[in-house]
């Protein structure tokens, strides 16, 4: 093992890490097949660990995990150079890598680096612009590599306006970047719960209109589905409405405020969020009761819990739970539409 090109590896990352060889008590088969070294990072140890000759990337998986439980340490493997495939078995693994490359997959050294980061920087709100591009990341990013191009597609943003929020978000901890492209520093699972706190309820306020002005506006206007409405389509609750209830950006409510009869009393109700409501597809059979493809324009389901999470109805609340339950699963398949 290299272990000066480890640590340059390491220092590209920002991480300061102290490296040094390490004697194991282990079984005499693997001091044979592998080299060993312990890494230090923020007070906090790890385990690297690489083939002395190449062989099966899946049996040298299953030696890490076997080596990792008796040494109770978390294992780095080490390898000269990885094809594509084998980066994404890791991936889909969970096996923390780097090779000599600069290709790496870290998720406790990432989350370690959010740890010591700034604090004002961590406590700092999201903007609502950077809130929605990290759900768009949560939700349409595949095997933690992140695709730029596609992420400014979704969001509307230049490339150079989103390198700006990725910055921001390396900065906390969330991203780690190399040769100048960015990847997931955790799970997407293990993010999301860690940015819960950070992601606030997007809507600024509620206007009703009449059913006259919807059917005026609909074909210009991006009206998606929201509120319970949104939720019984993905759940159990049963929507009694007569009207519909939609989201709708603040910006694009604006532009046509003053074409719209007030006031109303009766009619539909629109959220004026803070950001564009992101487009998210649901034809996906456990959204939906009974396998049924649900093909309606309705909120990401990340923006429509934060909308609802704080609803003291017990019947939303139960539904609420289940919507945050199906998250945690859509994050933990690694959909993306």
Not at 123 to 131: D, F, G, I, K, V
Request: hydrophobic share 40%; glycine share 4%; proline share 3%.
């Amino acid at each position: 093992m290299d272990l000066s090109k480890v640590n340059t590896i390491l220092q590209a990352f920002c991480f300061a890490a102290n490296i040094s060889p390490v004697n194991l008590d282990l079984p005499i088969i693997f001091q044979r097949r592998y080299d060993f070294a312990n890494l230090v990072v923020a007070d906090q140890e790890f385990l690297l660990m690489a083939e002395k000759r190449s062989g099966s990337l899946d049996n040298f998986v299953k030696q890490s995990r076997a080596v990792q439980m008796m040494t109770n340490q978390n294992v780095i493997l080490v390898f000269r150079q990885l094809a594509d495939d084998e980066k994404k078995k890791l991936l889909h693994a969970g096996v923390s890598y780097l090779d000599y490359q600069e290709n790496a997959y870290l998720p406790n050294l990432g989350f370690l680096y959010s740890k010591i980061s700034d604090t004002k920087q961590n406590e700092r709100e999201l903007t609502p612009t950077e809130q929605r591009v990290l759900i768009i990341l949560l939700l349409f990013v595949s095997d933690l590599v992140i695709d730029i191009n596609k992420i400014s597609q979704l969001s509307g943003l230049s490339v150079p306006s989103l390198y700006r929020i990725f910055k921001s978000y390396k900065e906390r901890g969330w991203l780690i970047n190399h040769r100048k492209s960015y990847h997931l520093a955790k799970t997407k699972t293990d993010l999301f719960d860690e940015v819960k706190n950070f992601l606030k309820n997007p809507i600024t306020k509620v206007v009703i209109i009449s059913d006259e002005d919807f059917q005026r506006l609909k074909t210009n206007l991006d009206f998606k589905i929201s509120h319970f409405e949104a939720l019984s389509y993905l759940g159990m609750l049963a929507n009694t409405e007569s009207y519909g209830q939609y989201a709708l950006s603040k910006k694009q409510y604006k532009k046509i405020e003053k074409t719209i009869k007030q006031p109303i009393f009766q009619g539909h109700r629109i959220e004026l969020w803070t950001y564009d409501p992101i487009v998210f597809g649901y034809n996906i059979d456990y959204w939906t009761q009974l396998g049924v493809e649900t093909n309606y324009n309705m909120v990401d389901p990340i923006s429509l819990y934060l909308t609802l999470k704080d609803n003291d109805d017990p019947r939303i609340i139960e539904e609420v739970e289940e919507l945050e339950e199906k998250i945690y699963t859509i994050l933990g398949e690694d959909y993306a539409s």
